[in-house]
């Protein structure tokens, strides 16, 4: 029963986690931050998780665990359903600087020649009320504070769950306990993947306006999708998965492994032979104080095997978790798929194929009866197949659009060195045009333009998802045989070599999701191997700590500040600040 109740856990657990892996792009853009704010707010979780995971690892275990690991999945729910909450306290999504109200009418879209363009006054007023709007933008506290909760609530799942399987299951059984429930895990992941991308599809304020009215696509790099549907739903269900675990017994029955009885003094390593002296007197007492607590924590940092884990796991988790939170902005700027098709893709294929992994891991295990050193050596094989496996990557990167005013000049004849101040060209310097707009257009030649004025279009017709410009100068000047020369709303599609890439590269995802499964099963087994017994739920807690600090907390925001640097245009700032960037250059992304 406590098996059942702690797969659920995980599930929720793992279901919260993914729900913001797939969100960091929709909550840069519906906040305007960029991808190191958004770093630092899915670091949010381990730093909340590192707020309490020593004292929970060490004092838990000497606790009710299944009430305790209950009420963090509670606090883990609660935490959830606080990211949600500033959706409800913002107004409507504004993807562009004019209202809903004007999007029927293209005709502010176009080049305005001899003409006086409203965008080249700016009122005061104007600029008042864009401050005051952009004050909304510092709701992404909420959504900090929210995922800071969750890894609070999370922090003895872990820890204290496995621990508890592992005193209790039957000799040898151990492994197969934690490869079904990695397995099991795997559920949590799929769920958010399926649900990340329905959603995503969904206009940010469904229910809240008319979707006839909204002139975006989901392949617009301004769409947001409904970002706080997930975390509700993943709250809701954190909340339910909590209620078994206050039903259940502190010990099901005797420890089915004789335990080693150790002093905080001599680490376990003279344990047989203070069982019979006065230690045990003391033990009692030492354990359950912070001097025994202090102690304990020097005897993991002696162990030379657990120190050389945690530092190789440290390494490994950081890239993981770095390159995770970003992947599916990557394939989106990369291999030009909308987030739902992204998330949907690699939730059906890769996700499957990680739980095969987990099980034929502790499968292996069991069968093998490996060692300490066989599990070793089994980790260091499955981590050098992943990483000549990831070398593949850089053969599939692809070239960065053909956007005029970023990559080429604005009559689209010749590529730029520099993405910034790129001078307007004499097919649309006199047309007026808001250089700062972004309301894209892909013209015949198919070279994206920033906005139907910047490509030189004098008249449009249809509205909304379907107009048509046409008569655009800078089309005309790039030499491309027309008699129109339009141009239609939205970027142009990404080459056809680059939709052949994808397809590789999610092929190689399914293979190093397939190895990478199988080898985290190790590091699992290597952690409650190499240390006392006594000290298996503090290891595991210290061990998460050095992840969560230097790792969870840490990657995701020198990362989304590595990418930052590549971006070649950022959304309109207003008052002077910077927002979402719009566009990467392809290959620095890489």
């Known amino acids: 029963m406590f098996f059942v109740a702690l797969s659920f856990s995980y599930i929720c657990r793992a279901l919260g986690g993914v729900i ?43 606790l009710h665990r299944p009430k305790i690991i209950g009420i963090g999945c509670a606090i883990m729910g609660a935490g959830s359903i606080l990211t949600a909450l500033p959706h409800f306290f913002m107004g409507y999504y504004r993807y562009s600087s004019e209202t809903h109200d004007n999007t029927s009418d293209n005709s502010f879209l176009t080049c305005l020649s001899d003409q006086t363009s409203s965008f080249t006054e700016t009122p005061l007023e104007v600029m008042r009320k864009g401050c005051e709007k952009q004050s909304e933008s510092y709701m992404w506290i909420y959504v900090l504070m ?11 799942i872990a820890p204290l769950g496995i621990s508890y ?11 197969v306990y934690l490869g079904a429930l990695n397995a099991v895990t795997m559920i949590g992941p799929i769920l958010a993947f399926l649900m990340g991308s329905l959603f995503a599809s969904m206009f940010v304020d469904i229910g809240y306006v008319d979707m006839s009215s909204i002139r975006i696509t989901p392949q617009d790099a301004r769409w947001v999708g409904a970002w706080w549907l997930g975390f509700l739903m993943s709250g809701l269900l954190s909340i339910i998965s909590s209620i078994p675990f206050f039903f259940l017994p502190r010990n099901p029955n005797k420890p089915q492994k004789q335990k080693r009885k150790i002093s905080a003094t001599s680490c376990g390593l003279k344990a047989d032979e203070e069982e019979n002296q006065t230690a045990n ?3 009692k007492r030492q354990d359950v104080t912070l001097t025994g607590f202090l102690k304990s924590v020097k005897c993991l940092l002696i162990n030379h095997l657990y120190v050389l884990y945690a530092l190789y796991t440290l390494i490994a988790s950081s890239s993981y978790i770095g390159s995770f939170t970003y992947l599916f902005k990557f394939i989106e700027q990369q291999f030009g798929q909308t987030a739902s098709q992204a998330t949907f893709r690699l939730g059906v294929i890769i996700l499957p194929s990680m739980a095969g992994g987990m099980f034929l891991g502790g499968y292996l ?27 593949l990557y850089f053969i599939l990167l692809c070239e960065s659009k053909s956007v005029a005013g970023l990559t080429l000049t604005y009559d689209g004849l010749s590529p730029v060195s520099s993405h910034a101040n790129v001078p307007l060209s004499y097919c649309n310097s006199d047309c007026n045009c808001d250089e700062s707009q972004w309301e894209p257009v892909c013209g015949d030649n198919g070279v994206t333009y920033l906005s139907p004025c910047l490509a030189g279009c004098k008249s449009s017709s249809g509205n909304k998802k379907s107009a048509v410009f046409y008569n655009c100068s800078c089309i005309e000047a790039s030499g491309f045989p027309s008699t129109n020369f339009t141009a239609h709303l939205g970027e142009c599609p990404i080459h056809e070599i680059c939709k052949t890439n994808y397809y590789i590269y999610v092929s190689v995802q ?20 190499i ?26 925001i020198y990362f989304g500040a590595m990418i930052d640097t590549t971006c070649i245009r950022w959304s309109a700032p207003t008052c002077g600040s910077k927002g979402a960037c719009r566009m990467y250059n392809s290959i620095l992304f890489g």
């Open 531 to 556: 240390v006392q017994p006594e000290l298996k739920s503090l290891a595991m807690g210290f061990h998460s700590l050095i992840i969560r600090t230097l790792g969870g907390i840490l990657s995701p």
């Open 281 to 283: 007197l003391t033990n």
């Open 146 to 156: 929210g995922n800071m909760l969750r890894g609070i609530g999370e922090t003895p």
């Open 165 to 175: 399987l592992d005193d209790f299951a039957k000799e040898g059984q151990s492994s």
């Open 20 to 62: 913001m892996k797939t969100s960091i792009t929709q909550i840069e853009r519906r906040f305007d931050i960029s991808s190191s704010v958004a770093g630092l707010i899915d670091g949010g979780f381990e730093i909340g998780n590192l707020f309490v995971i020593l004292f929970v690892s060490y004092f838990g275990s000497k």
């Open 365 to 391: 295990f069991k069968k093998l009866k490996l060692t300490i050193v066989g599990i070793a050596k089994f980790g260091l094989l499955t981590s050098s197949i992943t990483f000549l496996l990831h070398l």
């Open 510 to 529: 399914f293979l190093l999701a397939v190895f990478g499964a199988m080898g985290s099963v190790s590091h699992i087994i290597l952690i409650v191997r």
